[in-house]
């Protein structure tokens, strides 16, 4: 009875009239302020999340896991050592490819420098998802043979070059007794146009792996392999297995040498996120003291008659609380969670909108792995906002709790 009776007094004092009006002006400040510290930081965390969830996606998913070259030649006796590798425990599945550097010009004239990756199709596409961001022909009609070409969306953009259109690849001829043979033109189709939305739409294209070979006169060698593994967040432990089942000198890459520090940079802003926004929140929260200790000067009569009528020092203080967690726990999380999942739900659109009103991409893919700001909403961030804002908000009663219940009312009375 006595914990309802200091609810019910509380939301009394919280919502009901002040003699000068509904709220102080501190006290709307205060509310507000903890409202967009819970906003900002759960807009922060889902950005966060996204960008997590497309590195999975758009990065691990097309990346290999691992990559195998060796240091002097090429790889001769390569579908023996690509079952070999297959057999590894953690290794889900390999492929062969080869790489070079090549030169697209496009009708207009106009050119651009890429890294062009021969592979089979029938192999490649059990080491990446590329098919699943592949416009145009499927990856089951990727034959050699036909002078076909995979590009990027941002390479296609830049050579104004659609479907189908034909264009010309420079790229060098076999290298021999130290002298370098006049580089080879070749024509090409583009028959798929691979949209990432990042950086690697303006840097890799794809050729049959067969093509490249006549092309560079290579024979039946490849460059390397590539590997993908069930746990590419352990791919070091695979690293030290792969190099135990290797009988040449190799160079073996991981995801980790090239795309790694993204994550560690996701994690770090994480954290930094968490340490500001606390902190601001904590500001916003310890407001509250200067709005109840306003609220202990205005209650003050209020609270001189309920110590008459027998109130205690544990309810004058428990009022007290309720007040604070009311009035900045209760009004300021919920305004701020609402307006929060609201922006992280639309965030994508609303960034889209600003940037187009600007008329600059705040995330270009030339430069970052992505070039929209993702958003992921997870419930387990909300919920830990709201546990901190609550116990923030907790603290910030206790001191102007025990005045309240410290006032005398012999002398509040006497001076009224």
Request: proline share 3%; charged share 20%.
């Amino acid at each position: 009875m006595i914990k309802f009776l200091a609810f019910f007094l509380g939301c009394r004092f919280s919502y009901g009239r002040y003699r000068e009006g509904m709220f102080s002006l501190i006290s709307i400040f205060s509310a507000f302020g903890v409202s967009i510290s819970i906003a900002i930081l759960i807009v922060s965390l889902s950005a966060m999340n996204g960008f997590e969830r497309e590195l999975n996606q758009r990065v691990l998913a097309v990346v290999p896991h691992c990559e195998i070259e060796p240091v002097n030649h090429y790889l001769t006796e390569w579908k023996t050592l690509l079952a070999q590798i297959e057999r590894i425990p953690d290794v889900a599945a390999a492929a062969p490819y080869i790489i070079f550097t090549g030169l697209l010009e496009s009708s207009s004239h106009k050119l651009v420098a890429l890294q062009v990756r021969g592979v089979d199709a029938l192999l490649e596409h059990r080491v990446s998802e590329c098919r699943s961001y592949l416009k145009g022909c499927s990856w089951e009609k990727f034959l050699p043979g036909r002078r076909q070409l995979f590009i990027g969306k941002g390479v296609a953009d830049r050579l104004n070059l659609k479907l189908g259109d034909w264009m010309t690849m420079i790229m060098p001829d076999k290298y021999q007794e130290d002298k370098l043979l006049q580089p080879k033109y070749v024509r090409l189709k583009v028959t798929g146009i691979l949209n990432f939305n990042g950086i690697r739409d303006y840097s890799l294209a794809y050729m049959p792996i067969i093509d490249v070979q006549k092309l560079l006169s290579m024979g039946h060698y490849i460059t390397g392999i590539s590997v993908r593994s069930y746990h590419p967040f352990e791919v070091e432990s695979l690293i030290n297995k792969l190099g135990e089942n290797i009988n040449f000198s190799a160079y073996i890459r991981s995801w980790r040498s090239t795309y790694g520090y993204m994550y560690d940079d996701i994690r770090m802003i994480r954290a930094i996120i968490y340490l500001a926004i606390f902190l601001v929140m904590g500001i916003a929260c310890f407001s509250i003291v200067s709005t109840l200790m306003i609220a202990v000067q205005e209650r003050r009569y209020e609270i001189a008659i309920l110590r008459t009528l027998g109130a205690t020092d544990s309810l004058i203080r428990a009022i007290f609380i309720w007040y604070g967690l009311l009035l900045g726990g209760v009004v300021g999380s919920v305004i701020g969670v609402s307006i929060g999942v609201l922006v992280s739900l639309k965030i994508t659109v609303i960034i889209h909108i600003l940037e187009k009103l600007i008329g600059c991409d705040l995330l270009s893919g030339e430069i970052y792995f992505i070039d929209f700001l993702p958003s992921e909403l997870h419930w387990f961030d909300i919920i830990s906002v709201l546990f901190i804002s609550l116990v923030l908000s907790l603290v910030a009663t206790w001191y102007p709790a025990k005045q309240a219940s410290r006032l005398q009312p012999v002398q509040i009375l006497r001076r009224q």
